[in-house]
């Protein structure tokens, strides 16, 4: 496993903070020597690939710099230095693709379960729905309405760009059939918390496979130091 070492030093004073990593460069700043002749100089630009104080950093097969790569930190005003970027970048792309591959197998599982239990009896108007839907109190014929409603909703979760829409409605479809549960008084951990259960599924498997969810709701939060 590749690990990132990380040593901290003073920031510059001359130095702001840059939207992206590679627009790092100096503020300008004129210094005069206080005395009549004397010219005004200018710093020397920081550019990609060198330390704070100007030495080209050495690039590994990767084509990334190893050595002193440094990142100007707002909060504390300090620069993290970083060896080996290479290796921990690589890290990084393998537990990507460890999660985006778990969460398409959570969903495909979620997707094979809703469409064998619940999805295909509907549609195809098989006795055991109706009479299902009759114990919990639903009048008869509702089977392929409720059928379709779950269809849709597992469609658009499944399409990337909808997916969060599809797991939202989903959840709603969840929730009814938990209070449906309530108000036949079924048993409270195998019927009336069985739609949680799913949804808490159906919920991890879309933020294993999609970034976007990831970044808004992070398993670990970075604090500042």
């Not at 309405?145 to 597992?154: D, F, H, Q, V």
């Not at 760009?161 to 449906?180: C, I, W």
């Not at 069985?194 to 670990?220: H, K, V």
Request: proline share 8%.
């Amino acid at each position: 496993m590749a690990v990132a070492i990380h040593r901290i030093a003073p920031c510059p004073a001359n130095f702001v903070v840059p939207r992206r990593k590679e627009e790092i460069s100096p503020m300008p700043r004129v210094r005069h020597n206080g005395g009549p002749g004397h010219e005004p100089r200018e710093p020397a630009r920081w550019r990609p690939g060198t330390g704070p104080d100007g030495a080209q950093a050495r690039r590994g097969r990767s084509g990334f710099p190893v050595g002193r790569i440094a990142t100007c930190r707002k909060a504390d005003a300090t620069f993290v230095v970083q060896a080996n970027p290479g290796q921990s970048m690589r890290g990084t792309a393998v537990n990507n693709s460890t999660m985006l591959w778990t969460g398409r197998v959570m969903t495909g599982l979620f997707a094979l379960f809703m469409l064998g239990a619940s999805i295909a009896p509907k549609l195809l108007g098989m006795p055991v729905a109706e009479e299902t839907l009759a114990q919990l109190g639903w009048p008869a014929g509702y089977a392929l309405t409720i059928g379709l409603i779950e269809l849709a909703c597992l469609a658009l979760y499944l399409i990337p760009r909808t997916s969060v829409l599809g797991a939202v409605l989903m959840m709603s479809l969840l929730g009814g059939a938990m209070a449906t549960q309530v108000r036949a008084e079924s048993p409270l951990f195998s019927h009336i918390l069985f739609s949680a259960y799913l949804g808490l599924f159906m919920w991890g498997g879309l933020w294993l496979r999609d970034p976007r969810l990831r970044q808004l709701f992070p398993a670990i939060r970075e604090t500042a130091r």
